[in-house]
């Protein structure tokens, strides 16, 4: 087990090194000089000249990615343009809220998609199974903002019951766990929870009906297993998948939905990812999408130990 | 005589779905308590299907059930819910062709076995891992306490069957029914299985149904043999009688075909052609088709059921010759 552990680390490292490359060479990828945004158009050639050799930028790409990681490592990652403050304290801003309506939305996504899944998986054919499945690909299928907005337009303009955009009463105050805030959270967190939903059920429906479909199943009723005994067996035959596709499900809405959070105005990851591109700010974009990159392999790396843990049949091949 | 094990008459099984298939087509057996019958046939000759409607395994909505099957005078045929859940594993268990398929492979034998336990004996999960622990040890598993927390896949093939075996006599079932348990395995392992299952059935005093498609197989463990052929019982009689005094031309047919006792550089003999499609239930003679003592009357009629003694049926116009029919 401690082997599996330490070879999968040891796999994640070349992906978060190729990942870092790729963020650091965003900004060289990007038209102009990262300078050009900061100084002034009319600055002199001398005065770009030694901004150059202050921002390191006058040194050779690899020893510029070597002192970026450096300073990345120690949690710099450098200063907003457009704010002026730390990218460093922006995300991390960012990130809890959008981890939260993750988390939420994944939640409710999978409670549901699993519910769904099964309910269609174990009456495969029937009419249950074809009023679940439609269920699960309306809502892969439909647009979530255009659903953000229908719900808006419910719960928040007809019925008044719903608070439509921001993270708190009153603009960007400090979250706190009351009813003021937490109604924020709803609708997002709903409309969001739609997309693990749908591919939740549609992966658990799959899965159950093959499970249904093995020869262990008709040795499981020989032995005289009633159906709730059968149903155990069918659950913990079908979670290590299942449990995977939430993990990555989280990972995808971790990233945050540009989508979504701008309908909603909610300050998390996908907001700022939006701002930054909008704004040009570079330290800014390049800051998030490392995080959110790293984020995702961090995520798989979960659901691959989480995984191992459950199947036994992972751990040992 | 006293109440067989077994009772199952002019039992008839059809599959209905894209289309329809008459599997099984008036069997009729009987089986008394430590006995051991074993149903020879090729693939799709319904002995399996028969097996099964023991355990009523097969999937109820598209399966239809006719005739009589009784087990200990239990009508298999009425049960439903608990009392078939009951029935199952806990008075008819079954192993099954291959164990690599039929074992869950995310749980483990100790947690399987414990399980039929628990859910037949009402114990503790506790007791009923002592009781896979026995069961496993009576099996002759190498080091049972750790296959006890061992998964399918970390096991070997024939490992894997004991295993099952294991599984199958936990809560000392009345009847055992194996379906081909030796066929996915190593020739040398299949033996050593034979044996333990022999030893076990006279040790607990069980029936055993053996469906095979090997007459080596039937040979070794059976004390009595039914032949199937196209969801019929074409011949059936004591291990003896069968073998040494073959009634039906597919018997025959069987028994010159098989490898042991064949000469070198000897052709064997097949049978020629396949077995009919049982799109439709037969109304002559399925094997009329393939059969070398052929008579016009085998293509018009069903042939009767030949009693030739006590437990010795023929089912065949030439048998009728030789007696009067049952």
């Known amino acids: 087990m401690l082997k599996y552990l330490g070879a999968r680390l040891l796999y994640t490292l070349p992906v978060a090194v190729g990942v870092s490359i790729v963020c650091f060479m965003l900004v060289h990828i990007a038209p102009g000089d990262p300078l050009t945004s900061v100084l002034p158009p009319d600055a002199s050639a001398q005065l770009q000249q030694e901004m150059r050799v202050i921002y390191g930028f006058d040194k050779p790409l690899p020893v510029q990615y070597g002192m970026w990681l450096l300073k990345t490592l120690q949690g710099d990652l450098g200063t907003s343009i457009a704010t002026g403050r730390p990218v460093a304290a922006e995300l991390g801003r960012a990130l809890s809220n959008t981890l939260m309506l993750a988390a939420l939305a994944t939640f409710i996504g999978f409670a549901f998609g699993s519910l769904f899944g099964f309910v269609a998986g174990y009456f495969r054919d029937t009419w249950i199974d074809k009023a679940a499945s439609l269920v699960s690909i309306i809502g892969v299928s439909v647009p979530h903002y255009w659903l953000g907005m229908v719900l808006v337009i419910i719960f928040s303009v007809q019925l008044n019951l719903l608070p439509a955009t921001g993270a708190g009463p009153g603009g960007s105050g400090e979250w706190r766990w009351d009813w003021a805030h937490i109604q924020h959270l709803i609708l997002p967190a709903v409309t969001m929870s739609v997309i693990p939903m749908g591919i939740v059920a549609r992966t658990v429906r799959a899965l159950v009906a093959d499970i249904l479909s093995q020869e262990f199943v008709t040795g499981l009723r020989a032995k005289g297993l009633l159906d709730f005994g059968v149903f155990r067996h069918v659950v913990k035959n079908a979670a290590p998948t299942a449990l995977a596709v939430m993990g990555l499900q989280l990972g995808y809405l971790l990233g945050g939905s540009i989508l979504i959070e701008t309908v909603f105005s909610w300050p998390g990851t996908g907001f700022l990812l939006g701002q930054a591109i909008f704004q040009r700010d570079l330290p800014l974009l390049q800051g998030t999408i490392l995080v959110l990159a790293m984020i995702f392999v961090a995520l798989n790396l979960m659901v691959d130990i989480v995984q191992s843990l459950i199947d036994p049949r992972v751990q040992r091949s | ?326």
């Open chain 2, 1 to 326: 005589m006293t109440q067989p094990l077994v009772d199952v008459r002019d039992l008839f099984v059809t599959f209905h779905g894209e289309r329809t298939v008459h599997a099984v087509n008036g069997v009729s057996l009987t089986l008394q308590a430590g006995e051991t019958l074993s149903i020879l046939g090729e693939s799709g000759s319904g002995k399996s299907v028969t097996l099964k409607t023991l355990l009523r395994l097969l999937p109820e909505k598209r399966t239809r059930i006719e005739g009589g099957v009784r087990v200990r005078g239990v009508d298999v045929t009425t049960l439903s819910g608990r009392s078939l859940a009951d029935h199952r594993g806990g008075v008819v268990s079954m192993i099954f062709q291959d164990p690599m398929l039929a074992l869950d492979p995310v749980y483990t034998i100790g947690e399987q076995i414990a399980e039929a336990v628990m859910r037949h004996e009402g114990v503790s999960r506790a007791a009923g891992r002592v009781r896979a622990l026995e069961a496993l040890t009576r099996v002759r598993i190498p080091s049972p306490e750790r296959r006890l927390n061992a998964y399918p896949h970390e096991m070997s093939g024939g490992m894997r069957q004991r295993a099952m075996i294991a599984l199958a006599i936990a809560c000392r079932p009345k009847l055992l029914l194996a379906d081909e348990p030796t066929t996915a395995l190593d020739a040398t392992v299949q033996i050593q299985i034979l044996l333990l299952l022999r030893e076990l059935q006279q040790e607990f005093g069980m029936g055993m149904i053996f469906v095979t498609h090997d007459i080596g197989v039937a040979v070794e463990v059976s004390d009595r043999i039914a032949v199937m052929y196209a969801g019929q019982i074409v011949e059936t009689g004591s291990l003896r009688e069968v073998i040494s005094a073959p009634q039906h031309p597919y018997t025959r047919g069987l028994l010159a075909a098989n490898l042991h006792g064949a000469a070198k550089g000897e052709r064997l003999s097949a049978i020629p052609g396949a077995p009919p499609a049982l799109n439709e239930a037969p109304t002559a003679c399925p094997f009329a088709p393939r059969c070398p003592s052929k008579i016009d009357v085998c293509e018009r009629i069903l042939p009767p059921v030949v009693r030739l003694g006590p437990e010795r049926y023929v089912r065949c116009v030439h048998a009728a010759a030789v007696a009067s029919p049952a």
